[in-house]
């Protein structure tokens, strides 16, 4: 949760609900969904940065110019990697869709911002970053189908099984016991539950399931 003297509790709920949906893992490519939207971000940038250094329109760059660039930068890269099909040419050209709220408050650089949100949206843009990273040497080495007993002694220390018997064969379903806390979350604040009290009482809410974090390691490091 967001600290208690500053964080609206509508903002909260938001921020959790779209933190364990951009988590989402994707079969072979674990993190698709946030990796989807960095992409976007990124090739939208670009493209601005494109049309503004061409002079498109004196200088007025509308969405319908970006999204223009953006179907044309599409086909290039497709051309180069076709894999990247696995992104919908509409989900990258597609303006009138506003960026993820993780990226939006990465990129918040107010020097003492009024919630630790952008300092969690970067925290996870960083665990992303070095779970790949890590990922990519334990393949080159041929070691990631070794990690088993680490990971499955770590699941037990962090408090995520009570003992191995639980550890799911397919990692990445550890996940879907967050993403149903967050959805019974949202759910809890739209019944009327909309004080911090009343949301911590509600016998459904699962802290500590939402702030659970340490998760996104089994399936991250999973073979």
Known sequence: MATPHLANIADCVEWISSLWQILLPSPGATFMELDKHVVRSVLRREARQSLSLNGNNGGVISNDLVEVELRAAYERILASAPTFS?????????????????????????????????????????????????????????????????????????????????????????????????????KIYSSGNTTRASLMANSRTKIHLLSQAERVIQWGFSS
């Open 86 to 186: 696995s992104i919908p040419i509409d989900f990258i050209a597609d303006m009138r869709e506003d960026e993820h709220p993780l990226l939006l408050h990465a990129r918040d650089g107010i020097a003492s911002p009024l919630t630790p949100r952008p300092v969690l949206a970067r925290a996870t843009l960083l665990l992303r970053i070095a779970t790949g990273i890590t990922q990519n040497l334990l393949v080159d080495a041929n070691q990631l189908d070794q990690l088993g007993f680490w990971l499955d002694g770590l699941a037990m220390r962090q408090g995520i099984v009570n003992e191995n018997s639980e550890i799911p064969q397919d990692r990445s379903d550890f996940y879907m016991d967050c993403a149903i806390a967050s959805e019974d979350f949202e």
